[in-house]
Nanobody
C-alpha cells in the first residue's frame, strides 16, 4: 500500500522556522517527482516546492529564498525546511508524489504562523 505521511507542522511565530517531513512507503519513491503543496482556508491548493527524480528543484515565487525542499532517497523521506515564516504561510501542507500517471497525496500537516 502506497502511503505518504506528513509530520512537523505546528504553531510558530512570524520569522520562525519549521521543518516538515514526509515519510513515503509502499513503492520506490526515488523514481518519483516529489513535492509540497499547501491549501489555506478558503483558497485553492497551490504548489510550494518540487524536486524531480533527477534532483531539479522548483519553488513558488512566494517562498523562494525562504523554503528548501530536499529528500533522503535511502530512507524515502522528503523534507521542507521553512524559514522566515509569515502569517500568509499559514495553511495545510501536503506531500505529493508523481510518477507518470501515478499521483499520491498525504493527509496534510497544519502550519500556523501567528503571534
Amino acid at each position: 500500500q502506497v502511503q505518504l505521511v506528513e509530520s512537523g507542522g505546528g504553531l510558530v511565530q512570524p520569522g520562525g522556522s519549521l521543518r516538515l517531513s514526509c515519510a513515503a512507503s509502499g513503492t520506490k519513491f526515488s523514481l518519483y517527482n516529489m513535492g509540497w503543496h499547501r491549501q489555506a482556508l478558503g483558497k485553492q491548493r497551490e504548489l510550494v516546492a518540487t524536486e524531480t527524480s533527477g534532483g531539479t528543484t522548483n519553488y513558488a515565487d512566494s517562498v523562494k529564498g525562504r523554503f528548501t525542499i530536499s529528500r533522503d532517497r535511502a530512507d524515502n523521506q522528503v523534507y521542507l525546511q521553512m524559514n522566515s515564516l509569515r502569517p500568509e504561510d499559514t495553511a495545510l501542507y501536503f506531500c505529493n508524489g508523481k510518477y507518470y500517471r501515478l499521483n499520491y497525496w498525504g493527509q496534510g500537516t497544519q502550519v500556523t504562523v501567528s503571534s
